[in-house]
């Protein structure tokens, strides 16, 4: 058993299997912080498997033998059988519309029997990540080209369709994260300055009066028109192009955002995003007004509530936190939903601003390594899918931090290895896993 | 293909720093540079739960609790808790129905919500709560919660001892915010003015609460809890035996008895009448009574001991005297010939006494209580040759009242004293312009015109008098437990005021005979006690009172003064009785009890028949009954007008009525033409009541009406 343990450790990056046991185990005592209750008996729960906290243990001993079985196979095998996974969780996803579960607000899970569930959108990410790298790794795959991004492209956004179809608008959106794997395999720049830009355009809409914005929109055109007169002269496309943009980004202000706020967005979900720019949400109808009170039932479950008790325990922490087990708020069930999304709050309000600083390093090294890992892979499949990996952590960490502080509309994003939720935090090790194990072949070059 | 894009790494990881940094910046500015949240944290999670400490228990000199504490319970309801209830049980035992139960239920979810208890029936009398007791296993969610309140042992002294209740915000914005809502504080009497000693110290327990209100244990382990302490007794120089008889002598009058110890101003009993309960404003016994006792004209609630003004009428002849001797413009043996009446000034002063020589000095002049001689040194007093301008000698005379505690609160124990009123030269110069003698005021002398005392006032002046000239202010309170330097409230009570002390002993003996002549051959000798020589000044005030559009004359008020023994002062006693005719026929004999039972500890036999006469007299004033009803329909008037609601008239009207037969086509007598409202009340028409004015006669609870005042007097004397 040793010498064999010895020969699998031998290649495998220390660092990133360290900060994953160090980040599994912050995310136990985190939950187990959250949830313990005086006089509870620690050993016995720890046994019994009945406290959230024993189950997050449990779930890290079974990701830890599924990851020693990821790291004894063949690195070959992910290259091979990528996009049969990817069908598979394809064909899973498209399964849950007829067997979903009956739980509020989704319809993306499946149960099986008493305890187990299963939501396929989350271990599609993985899916998708190997899918994509594949794509991207093929010796006939010529990114340069649009027709080969298209192809990547809808790689990543099918899933997300079917999700934003069972109502899990936050998880939909991890997918978005896969461009930055396309950005740095030769995705053009100014696709992401335009998808950017997007966002800002949607997020100015909201924010600032229509009327204003299409003034400013407008002036920013004509300035721009007045800069470039000696180009328009030559070049009376260039005149064109720009009208163009300001037409279409008017468009957007003026119908497009409109559009999908009343027609694509559930009415709730569009409260919460007024709850975070911090406007009030005047429901258009009466079917809408049912809706919110409908998704934010009971009372206090609303995300303004949220967000509001999360800060409140946040910033309560002060710079050296009320120590373990002394925070008052997450202690005593302030923040609704505080061992899965907001499972920071414990961590914030626990050891303060420097504990969520060592927390923060610890991620923000992660990050660093694994595109450190991913920038030394001979092979294009390793690479992708380690900034794969890279992107949907970092997507994770930075919305879920963000809605824990206010920064970002609360969407059911878990925080990487930390939040409660089996699922979630053995797909998570998985996919580290499986970038171990094709780093210990960073030699080789996988197709 | 990846050596093209090298550099994009770089790019990624900037990505990465730069949203982790927005991340870091937000996480300092949420928990170091703002405050705000470690505040809402607290307000959150930390309950500061107020520990009461028992009130402090006050005891008489006899070390009797008088008033002591005790408890009582209030049913609560958790309404989460609630489940499967014996509902007709609990219905039955309340006396309420199912429906009042569920909206009792849903309103304590309303103000408290589901998950803390709130009050569900508060101030359980004691058989209710002994029934709950039993069958607490059957109402699950229902507790029965312990709260202390106040208990009068006695039943007695409730002006002075004063009543707690809940602070209104006016309160919680004096106290700086040291009471909260909910807190209970001294509203009235030695409850109030000695609060901080009463009250204690609250203790605070911190506890850390959930979201939904419920105590999860302490906070920080309690090292911010700081303990209770409970409030201190006070010992009292009250000697609740006097209070008990003085109380039942004022029993259905109106008025006022106050005892004070001269040589040390302990108040030994203090009553004002219409005596109340005390028991009657605590506990359960507070709703039902206090809005009655409140609108009451007679107004029972109001200490009359410190806030009843009273024209001291004769009982002020000692201090005439003493200031006459003392300004030197008269001796002991100077007299004058009274035949009946003072002929001095444009009106005549009658005097109740016409056989020549009762007032051939001071001494029988105050035996004899003449009219025409005090009339006659208050004008030598205050136009006195040395001063050359009455109104200096008014000032100077007036500096004499300030002296013995007149016209100036004297700060005694108790809150909201009045100073009574002893007008000064600016109010005489604005009446009458500046133009006004000796003359336009004389009967100042003889205690009336604008000068008013508080019975207190009275005791202490006689307390003067009887220790010649020194005196401590009046206060109930001895000590206090546990006394400590820094206890400052009682200071003020211990130094002795020496604000007479310059006039002679010569002056003061010979009053003290005077005042002893009064028992012995005077006017007062209904209150000799053998073996005792007590020292007494008779008073008989004349009242008026406007009713119904008239000045009425009102019985007169019946007013004694007196201290005992002569030789070693023990107590003196101020006496007012309301209405209730000469001062020698009710006042005396109440003050003559209780020196009796103070020095001898006893009544004499033979007296106690007489003292059950007086206990037992009703001497409340006629016309209260008739101002009550002008007071109860004008407040029903007023509501009428705001509701529109005729209900609320039956409401006041079911009380008083003059007379039974109701004009069956309205019940609403205010809206009436005046000849019908005279009709209804069985009276005559206004025009001839005009020329019957000043004939109306009250006494002693009868209404006399004549058109001829002599056939009226008659009438009084027969």
Same mark, same amino acid.
């Given at each position: 058993m040793i010498r064999s343990n010895s020969e699998m450790s031998k290649g495998i990056d220390g660092l990133v299997l360290w900060l994953y046991i160090l980040l599994c185990c912050i995310g136990i005592t985190s939950i187990f912080a959250a949830t313990y209750r005086e006089g509870d008996d620690i050993v016995r729960s720890f046994l019994s498997f009945k406290t959230d906290y024993s189950k997050q243990a449990a779930f890290f001993l079974v990701s830890i033998v599924a990851g020693v079985a990821v790291l004894l196979m063949d690195s070959k095998f992910f290259t091979a059988t990528a996009n049969l996974w990817y069908a598979f969780g394809m064909l899973l996803l498209i399964l849950v519309f007829p067997f979903h579960s009956n739980i509020k607000g989704t319809k993306s899970i499946i149960k099986f029997g008493g305890a187990l569930q299963l939501q396929p959108i989350q271990l599609c990410i993985l899916?998708?990540?190997?899918?994509?790298?594949?794509?991207?790794?093929?010796?006939?795959? +010529?990114?340069?080209?649009?027709?080969?991004?298209?192809?990547?492209?809808?790689? *990543?956004?099918?899933?997300?369709?079917?999700?934003?179809?069972?109502?899990?608008?936050?998880?939909?959106?991890?997918?978005?994260?896969?461009?930055?794997v396309m950005f740095r395999e030769g995705l053009p720049a100014v696709i992401l300055i335009i998808g950017f830009s997007f966002a800002i355009l949607v997020v100015a809409t909201l924010v600032v009066d229509p009327n204003v914005l299409a003034l400013t929109l407008t002036g920013i055109a004509a300035f721009v028109i007045y800069l470039m007169r000696r180009q328009i002269k030559r070049h009376k496309s260039v005149l064109a192009g720009i009208i163009g943009i300001w037409a279409i980004c008017v468009g957007i202000q003026r119908f497009a955002v409109p559009f999908i706020f009343d027609h694509v967005l559930q009415p709730y979900? *569009?409260?919460?995003?007024?709850?975070?720019?911090?406007? +009030?949400? *005047?429901?258009?109808?009466?079917?809408?007004?049912?809706?919110?009170?409908? #998704?934010?039932?009971?009372?206090?479950?609303?995300?303004?509530? #949220?967000?509001?008790?999360?800060?409140?325990?946040?910033?309560?922490?002060?710079?050296?936190?009320?120590?373990?087990?002394?925070?008052?708020?997450?202690?005593y069930s302030f923040v609704p939903e505080q061992r899965t999304d907001f499972i920071f709050c414990t961590i914030g309000e626990g050891f303060g601003f420097a504990g969520s600083m060592v927390f923060l390093g610890i991620y923000i090294i992660l990050l660093f390594r694994i595109v450190t890992i991913a920038e030394r892979q001979r092979s294009t499949f390793s690479r992708c899918y380690a900034y794969g990996v890279a992107s949907v952590l970092f997507f994770h960490?930075?919305?879920?931090?963000?809605?824990?502080?206010?920064?970002?509309? *609360?969407?059911?994003?878990?925080l990487p290895f930390v939040s409660y939720g089996g699922l979630s935090l053995v797909t998570f090790s998985i996919m580290i896993f499986i970038l171990l194990r094709l780093d210990k072949d960073r030699q080789m070059v996988l197709r | 293909m990846s050596v093209f894009n090298q550099s994009r790494q770089t790019i990624i990881r900037l990505i990465f720093a730069a949203t982790f940094l927005i991340i870091v910046v937000r996480l300092f500015t949420l928990q170091v540079v703002s405050g705000k949240y470690k505040t809402q944290a607290l307000d959150n999670a930390v309950y500061r739960k107020v520990v009461y400490p028992d009130r402090g228990i006050i005891f008489d000199r006899n070390k009797k609790p008088i008033l002591n504490n005790t408890i009582i319970y209030d049913l609560t309801v958790t309404p989460y808790e609630v489940k499967d209830i014996d509902t007709t049980l609990l219905c039955s035992l309340l006396s309420i129905d199912t429906v009042e139960l569920k909206s009792r239920i849903i309103s304590a979810i309303i103000k408290n919500g589901r998950y803390r208890p709130s009050v569900f029936e508060g101030l359980l009398p004691i058989d209710l709560q002994a029934k709950l007791e039993e069958?607490?296993?059957?109402?699950? =969610?229902?507790?029965?919660?312990?709260?202390?309140?106040?208990?009068?042992?006695y039943r007695a002294g409730a002006h002075l001892l004063g009543d707690i209740g809940e602070v209104d915000t006016a309160?919680?914005?004096?106290?700086?915010?040291?009471?909260?809502? =909910?807190?209970?504080? =001294?509203?009235? =009497?030695?409850?109030?003015y000695y609060e901080s000693v009463l009250m204690g110290k609250r203790g605070v327990q911190n506890l850390i609460k959930d979201n939904r209100n419920r105590i999860q244990g302490p906070w920080e382990n309690g090292k911010y809890d700081t303990a209770a302490e409970a409030g201190r007794n006070l010992y009292t120089y009250l000697d609740i035996d006097l209070q008990l008889l003085a109380e039942k002598l004022m029993a259905n009058k109106v008025g006022s008895v106050v005892a004070i110890d001269p040589k040390t101003g302990g108040i030994l009993a203090m009553v004002s009448g219409p005596v109340i309960d005390p028991n009657d404003l605590t506990g359960t016994a507070r709703q039902k009574n206090y809005a009655k006792l409140a609108l009451d004209v007679a107004a029972p609630l109001m200490n009359r001991a410190t806030r009843g003004l009273y024209e001291p009428g004769s009982t002020f002849k000692p201090l005439g005297g003493l200031i006459a001797l003392d300004v030197g413009v008269i001796n002991a043996h100077y007299g004058v010939s009274c035949s009946g009446a003072y002929y001095g000034c444009s009106k005549v002063i009658r005097c109740e006494h016409h056989n020549p020589g009762h007032a051939a000095n001071l001494r029988l002049a105050l035996a004899n209580s003449c009219n025409s001689y005090f009339s006659q040194i208050y004008r030598m007093t205050v136009d006195n040759s040395t001063d050359h301008s009455t109104k200096k000698g008014y000032t100077r005379w007036m500096e004499y009242l300030n002296a013995f505690g007149w016209g100036e609160k004297l700060g005694i124990d108790l809150p909201n004293e009045l100073p009574g009123n002893i007008p000064d030269t600016t109010l005489y110069n604005k009446v009458y312009r500046g133009q006004w003698n000796s003359c336009t005021n004389v009967t100042l002398g003889i205690g009336q015109d604008k000068m008013q005392v508080t019975p207190v006032q009275l005791a202490n002046a006689m307390c003067i008098i009887a220790n010649k000239g020194y005196f401590y202010t009046p206060h109930f309170v001895e000590r206090i437990d546990n006394e400590t330097k820094k206890d400052t409230i009682l200071n003020r009570f211990r130094v002795k005021y020496s604000p007479l002390t310059h006039i002679p002993d010569e002056a003061y003996e010979a009053i003290h005979a005077g005042m002893q002549d009064v028992v012995e051959s005077g006017t007062a000798r209904i209150a000799k006690i053998p073996g005792i020589n007590i020292c007494a000044k008779t008073g008989t005030a004349e009242k008026y009172t406007v009713l119904d559009g008239h000045r009425i004359k009102l019985p007169n008020n019946s007013m004694f003064v007196c201290f005992a023994p002569r030789e070693n002062p023990k107590i003196a006693i101020a006496v007012a009785v309301e209405n209730a005719g000469f001062g020698s026929t009710w006042a005396a004999p109440i003050a003559s009890f209780l020196v009796e039972k103070y020095l001898t500890d006893s009544i004499r036999s033979e007296k106690m028949k007489d003292l059950e006469r007086i206990a037992s007299t009703n001497l409340m004033p006629a016309y209260l009954k008739r101002r009550q009803f002008i007071a109860d329909s004008t407040r029903a008037y007023y509501y009428f007008n705001l509701r529109k609601d005729s209900s609320y008239i039956r409401k006041y009207l079911r009380g008083y009525r003059p007379h039974e037969e109701k004009p069956k086509e309205k019940s609403i007598v205010f809206i009436q033409p005046k000849e019908k409202k005279d009709a209804i009340a069985g009276r005559k028409p206004a025009k001839e009541r005009k020329d019957n004015r000043n004939t109306h006669l009250f006494i002693r609870g009868q209404q006399l009406v004549g058109n001829d005042k002599k056939t009226l007097k008659a009438q009084i004397s027969g």
């Open positions: 899916f998708a990540n190997l899918a994509l790298s594949k794509y991207l790794s093929r010796m006939e795959t +010529d990114f340069t080209k649009s027709r080969s991004q298209m192809i990547a492209a809808a790689i *990543v956004i099918a899933p997300a369709i079917l999700a934003i179809l069972q109502s899990e608008t936050g998880l939909a959106l991890v997918y978005f994260s896969f461009f930055l979900q *569009v409260k919460r995003i007024y709850d975070t720019i911090g406007k +009030d949400y *005047v429901p258009k109808d009466a079917a809408a007004a049912e809706d919110i009170a409908k #998704n934010s039932a009971p009372k206090k479950d609303d995300g303004d509530y #949220n967000v509001r008790q999360s800060k409140i325990a946040i910033g309560s922490g002060g710079w050296y936190g009320k120590g373990l087990l002394k925070g008052t708020q997450t202690r960490i930075a919305i879920n931090l963000c809605m824990t502080m206010g920064l970002a509309p *609360v969407i059911g994003i878990p | 069958n607490m296993w059957r109402f699950p =969610g229902f507790t029965l919660v312990e709260r202390p309140i106040r208990t009068y042992p309160i919680i914005r004096r106290s700086n915010y040291f009471y909260q809502m =909910g807190d209970y504080v =001294g509203r009235s =009497g030695m409850e109030q």
